[in-house]
């Protein structure tokens, strides 16, 4: 009997040290809850309410025992995540990646023999070069080209009587905007009148409008010189050329030479800004010492191929899918014509993609290396934009810059608000755009401008719900699969002129979109495809 109370009491003592440190180890699980879930609903799951749900709250990583490891040589087995959970710590997914690019690969071969298959091959390289030889029509254009140089020579003399003091700064600026108000006007009504090749007017209409931004750039900061003693800060006039793989002393000595206000009133200063790669003048451009030849050829070599790549793509790949999209339209065909627009996609972005290159890195290089442009900012990463605002700051650098320094900032300074400014902005280069694309076709239809003022309320929409990866899908999807959908669109525009749902697909899309739906609505119009 003795033995049987001390063995119950010892059991009932074991009983009581268990529940001890049960007890304890729960408040201590409680108390370390407590310190790291300090949130409401961590307060609630604390509550007798939601004790239920307490486990939601608890961290995602595994806690590792602790007690003494065997003998490592035995052990196999650790605490330790999948490679897939992000509590794992692991981010090394490029072969993922290159299984992308390589299935990425494969389809588009398979598309591309697909196309060579059913149409044969359609790539004339020297087509184009060709036709711009025999049409008479084509040369009106280069001529027209020509002729800016008579607004450069009012501009440059206006300026130098303003220097001079000869005639007031309200004279000057009523010369300077009659003389940018016919440089648009006259080239437009050459092309109207005489119907040169699109191609052709547009790239003089293009070039008419850039040297009016240059112009009005030209004048407001020998304005500024001018006025009040404010001159532009002067920088040195050449510096460092960089080669690619890092800076070459062979590169040549550095000049220090600085130029300032009346002397930059010259033949030589103004030309150089006029085909130096950016839309806003300064007294003192950034120059590199020397033309480096190897960089120049491979951007050569990159211009030569990337333009004929861009016509073999539009020949062989766009415009039969484009023929064949009027039918869809046409019958009203819904999953015809998703199927269309959803092939128009790839080629469509291919294309633009390879156009960016091709100008904004080959050409503008190009230019910038024979005229040793030391500033080769023309675009930045525009491809990880996570909004529109972004995009349109990222991928034409000389265009932002400019909108930036003589639109947006003086509107500001004017009283005007950021969102006014921005609008002000959009509506310029909807403005441009239009421009550029209705008076070579000669066809008004304001598609061009409509896409581009449809960016206003699709830029609010994603800066206001879609941040960070979300948005920046939103501006592929947007440049991707926006784009096709205004091609056999304006195709089908031809044949029926009151589409409401089209109308408001036009007026939601961007301005690449109603650029390419002009090109394909002419020739459809005149029978050319």
Known sequence: ?????????????????????????????????????????????KSGKWSHFSWWYEPEFMVPPKKKRENSSSVIHTVADSFFSTS??????????NLCIVLLFLSNAR??????????????????????????????????????????????????????RKISERIGAIIHVINLVILLVFPASVVLYIHPTPLCSSAALGAYTILFLKLISYACVNKWCRGQGIRPVARQKTSLSFSEGGQSAMNGKLETTVVTYPNNLNQKDLYYYIFAPTLCYELNFPRS???????????????????????????????????????PF?????????????KLAIPNHIIWLTFFYWFFHSCLNVLAELLRFGDRVFYRDWWNSETVQSFWQNWNVPVHRWASRHLYKPMLQAGFTKFQGQVAVFLASAFFHEYLVSIPLRMFRLWAFSGMVGQIPFAFLVSKFLHGQAGNMAVWVSLIIGQPIAQPALGQSCISQSQPVLQEARDSIGQPIAILMYVHDYYVLNSQL
Not at 88 to 97: A, E, I, P, T
Not at 330 to 342: C, I
Request: net charge positive.
């Open 88 to 97: 794992s710590g692991f981010d090394n997914f490029r072969g993922l990646l």
């Open 289 to 327: 010492a020397r033309i480096r030849k190897r960089f120049l050829i491979k951007r050569v070599i990159e211009m030569l191929f990337l333009a004929q790549l861009m016509a073999g793509l539009v020949q062989q790949w766009m415009v039969p899918t484009i023929n064949n999209s009027m039918k």
């Open 330 to 342: 046409h019958e009203s065909n819904l999953s015809r014509t998703v199927e269309r627009l959803l």
């Open 1 to 45: 009997m003795e033995l049987n109370g001390v063995h119950s009491r010892c059991v009932t003592a074991k009983n009581n040290i268990q529940q001890g440190e049960l007890n304890g180890g729960q408040a201590n699980g409680q108390s370390m809850q407590n310190g790291v879930h300090s949130t409401d609903g961590g307060q609630l799951a």
């Open 111 to 164: 598309v591309a023999l697909e196309n060579i298959i059913k149409y044969g091959i359609l790539v004339d390289p020297i087509a184009y070069v060709s036709f711009f030889l025999r049409d008479p029509y084509n040369w009106p254009s280069f001529s027209l080209t020509m002729l800016s140089n008579i607004f450069i020579q009012v501009a440059f003399t206006t300026e130098i009587l303003l220097s001079k």
